[in-house]
């Protein structure tokens, strides 16, 4: 069994994996399972129906591109935390971190690789909701003046709104390290948060500082202020940063789970 | 080479202590204990999935986390059950050659060398049965052409042509140079090739030479009317007692180190009565029995 020793290299001229390595793999693990390339599938039609609902039910004032952005953006962000959770969670909820880890023991690399994959996925969704937008405005022919008005600004806002929607999600997948309690908390905990802060006036101001529903859909929905910037930053830092440290600390820390 | 220097990491009571071995290149090294001795924490705590309370782990002299592609340098393989079940067979080592950076022709090989056919490689791991799982995750720990393989009962539930394959994969791993450490707990799944054991139990080496050291470690087998006074009695003359094969000191046979006749005279000077007197220690499985259950009585 010569094939056993094709290729012996001397062990220690080797270098650790490259970032960029590690970054393609977790964005192979993305795609190469069924579930995986369904839910790209389904965020795909999410942002094909959000364009089409667009243009066909919404008044025709919205039919100009930043609306349309907007929309398919704030629809399609409802499940890019999913795809967030998945890239971490799976390695648990599948029992590879073992695997994964022994292949490459600093674990902190195999994170930053995760959150990295997942800000490329974000970058992707972005520019299919922007094509899909692009593609909607341009087949319904002829609209109102100044349809594309704003068009670059919206893009570059659009892509922070989906990156911070993702990098949620790895961090709920961080901290909860289990896809179903990450998933059924990123679709409780937030909502929750806006219903308590909606019904309790005292907690209004306070909300709109740590609550993303309110703070990060200015990113789609226009109207930003250096408020209202703060407040997205605020609300990052309690809901993405936070889990995120705790959660990484926990599995830099912890030893790996079978 | 694996050294393992006083290595302890306590789950409450359970866990391991003290362990240390050294597994030398050229030969593959049987880690034999019942389930739950503390094979697999040793394992877990050499690869760098687990810290130790203390002592050092080392494989060509550094930690694993410390190796620069440890991927390329040991080959692990401590659960098959950690795949993705919804990868292919394929896919998880293609994952795995794009992460140590080795082509993608080595993944081919593995799958002829592992035995998984064509068919077997597009199937998703969910659906394949143990053995095939256990062969996948050989395949995973070969695929960098390492020098040092690390197993976890790499045996279990392989059907008995692929034990086989096994012991001869490893034997000539061994043979050009590799260094081999597999667990097991079943003494005569690693007897066969190992030509180092290391016996744990309750998380402390009770044993650790070649077959032949262990075979020739002497002890005598006593049973006596009263079982309890002849152990008091060799214990006071100075000798090592154990309980024989999962019996107590009170029914059962013990075990000594003594020689039959210095058990003869202590017996006679004592007054007790021996009903069954003979050397042992030919018997690997026996000695592999009364190493792996006196401890568990005396911590009881």
Redesign the interface.
Known sequence: MSTLYATRPAPMALTPPPLARLIRVELRKSVDTRAGRWLLVLIGLVAVGAAVVTMVAAHANEHNFRDLLGNTGEMTAILLPVLGVLLVSSEWSQHTALTTFTLSPRRGRVIAAKAMAGALLAVAATVVCTAVSAAALAAAGHGPAGRWHGAAAAIGLALVFQILNLLLGVGFGLLFRSTPVAVVVYFAVPTAFSLLTGLITALAGTGRWLDPSTAWDHLASGGMTATIWAQVATAAAVWILLPMLIGSWQVLRRPVDA | MIEISELTRRFGAAGIRDVSFICRPGSVTGFLGPNGAGKSTTM?VL?????PDSGTATI?GRP??R???????VG?M??P???????TGR?TLM??A??????RA?VA?ML??TGLDASAAAKRVGQYSLGMRQRLALG?A?LG?P?VLVLDEPANGLDPQGVRWIRT?LR??AD?GGTVLLSSHLLHEVEVIADHLVIINNGRIVADGSPQDLRSSRSTLVRAVDIAALAAALRAAGQQVRAADGGDLVTGALVTDAESEQVGRIAARAGAVLTELRPQGDDLEELFFTLTTTEVQEAA
Do not use: S
């Open positions: 877990r690869c760098g999935l687990d810290r060509d694993y986390m190796l620069p592609q440890p991927g390329r340098r692990v401590l659960d059950g950690a795949m993705h079940r919804g990868r896919e994952l795995a794009t992460m140590l950076g080795v082509d080595r090989e002829t060398i995973l070969l052409d020098g994969l000539e791993f050009r």
